[in-house]
């Protein structure tokens, strides 16, 4: 069988679930298994609560794998339970399951009920013995046996051992391609960030727009620790929410793993196409909400501001005016994201989530929009010559001519990018820079979108 290749807009059909109890060691096998540190790893037991998920290609044939939360025994706490409910889920999803468990450690009571949760899905199951890290350690492995399990895999997913057998095992259980079927080549989903401040509702927005409980919510500060990418398709649309971590600020970090956790949201909103930025509105915007929209804005992404828990301020009478209120007052504190709509929401109850669509739909309109030569060339001499501008070092800025830049067609949402060629573009100051980007959205608003200026310089040509 010869090894199929995959394009980044491909995306294999077959899955595998890796399912355990807290820390046996899950993210190391997911991390091994998509040759990437994807999933956080930490010896403190629970880090991985949503389900989180990879692609495998270290095979002949690529599968999806999803890396689940460790599921706790009798006397579970209410977030352990959702933790369960999104095992479970996974499980249903499914084709192949890997049942890890702690060689070191040995059997255990909660084991032996996963045995039981897995055994009763029906689907084909390889029971892998983690931890054997060393020779000496491979009879461990046979106080397992008891399970019953057809399929036995002794691994160390932290140094490797055993994983190219894992692969070959699994490669066997996944169900076959359709001779003559091609796997569907789908369009790259649009990649949408939902960032903001621990608790401010991010993965609620995720299970109104999914409507399940597919991300874990709780009243737990902190609860998502790892940027999740959840596919969701909306008629012929598809996209990919990324739910992150609550970015603190840094010297409030009370553990290593939130560090890490927040080091993944920031990447994530670079990685994005898109980011949604979460806004309790019955605390305003935060000095920690500015920070994270500088975060944006340095990354220079489509934007859409939430004002989220909306329920709870919302008054009996005058809707519209607090509404009013709300949006200046946002404008005001986040100046700098002036480009990005804001919707004022409840997650909770639903009430103007299904208007997140309408304006991501907005913005992309606005990407695909350009500004004639001619038309920009006017608009821009005529700002000049209203506000001409400032003196630095005894010299002008001069504007000779502008156009709009092809830009980066293979970004999903790509801003629009003026090319400005000018006598010397230092003397473009920052304030004024905005002045023109203003003059520019009069004429094409690009709402949600940053508007990117280049300079460039060019002598200025003497009449004689």
């Known amino acids: 069988m010869r090894?199929?290749?995959?394009?980044?807009?491909e995306r294999p059909t077959a899955n595998v679930a890796i399912v355990g109890r807290p820390n046996v060691g899950k993210s190391a096998l997911f991390n091994r298994l998509v040759k990437k540190s994807t999933a956080i790893v930490h010896?403190?037991?629970?880090?991985?609560?949503?389900?989180?998920?990879?692609?495998?290609?270290?095979?002949?044939r690529p599968f999806n794998v999803w890396d689940t939360g460790g599921v706790a025994g009798a006397g579970e706490s209410e977030l352990s339970r959702q933790v369960r409910q999104v095992v479970e889920e996974a499980i249903r999803e499914s084709d192949v399951l890997l049942f890890v468990v702690d060689a070191k450690q040995g059997l255990s009571p909660i084991d032996q009920e996963l045995a039981r949760m897995v055994r009763k899905s029906r689907k084909p199951v390889i029971l892998t013995i983690n931890k054997i890290d060393e020779p000496m350690h491979e009879d461990l492995a046979a106080d397992f046996a008891a399970f019953g399990f057809a399929?036995?895999?002794?691994?160390?997913?932290?140094?490797?051992?055993?994983?190219?057998?894992?692969?070959?095992?699994?490669?066997?259980?996944?169900?076959?391609?359709k001779e003559g079927e091609a796997m569907p080549l789908e369009a790259r989903p649009l990649a949408v960030a939902v960032v903001g401040r621990p608790n401010a509702g991010k993965s609620s927005l995720i299970n109104a727009v999914l409507q399940s409980d597919r991300a874990i919510v709780s009243e737990i500060p902190g609860t998502t620790r790892d940027a999740v990418d959840i596919v969701y398709a909306r008629g012929e649309e598809r996209f990919m929410f990324i739910d992150t971590a609550g970015i603190r600020r840094r010297g409030q970090h009370s553990t290593p793993v939130e560090v890490f956790s927040v080091m993944r949201a920031e990447r994530s909103i670079r990685r994005a196409d898109l980011c949604i930025l979460m806004v309790d509105v019955t605390s305003g915007v935060t000095a920690q909400d500015k920070r994270i929209a500088g975060l944006i804005q340095e990354a220079r992404k489509a934007c859409i501001i939430i004002l989220n828990k909306w329920d709870l301020v919302k008054p009996k009478r005058e809707v519209r005016e607090a509404m009013t209120e709300l949006i200046e007052e946002t404008r005001r504190r986040a100046f700098f994201l002036g480009y990005a709509p804001?919707?004022?929401?409840?997650?909770t109850t639903?009430?103007?989530?299904?208007?997140?669509?309408a304006l991501i739909a907005k913005i992309q309109q606005a990407s695909k929009l350009r500004i004639g030569t001619g038309v920009l060339n006017r608009v821009l001499r005529a700002a000049l010559d209203a506000n001409p501008p400032p003196m630095v070092s005894g010299r002008r800025l001069k504007l000779f001519y502008a156009t709009q830049s092809s830009g980066t067609p293979e970004r999903a949402l790509p801003p629009p990018e003026f090319v400005f060629f000018v006598n010397e573009p230092?003397?473009?100051?920052?304030?004024?820079?905005?002045y023109l980007e203003a003059r520019v959205r009069d004429c094409q608003p690009y709402p949600g979108l940053p508007v990117l200026v280049t300079c460039r310089p060019r002598k200025e040509t003497r009449k004689q």
């Open 426 to 434: 230092k003397l473009l100051s920052e304030t004024y820079g905005r």
């Open 151 to 177: 399929t036995a895999i002794p691994i160390s997913a932290a140094h490797g051992r055993g994983i190219s057998d894992l692969l070959e095992h699994i490669e066997q259980l996944l169900p076959a391609e």
């Open 3 to 9: 090894k199929r290749t995959y394009t980044e807009t």
């Open 43 to 60: 010896d403190q037991p629970g880090i991985t609560r949503d389900r989180i998920s990879g692609v495998c290609t270290r095979g002949l």
């Open 350 to 357: 639903g009430e103007n989530v299904e208007r997140l669509f």
């Open 342 to 347: 804001i919707l004022i929401a409840s997650a």
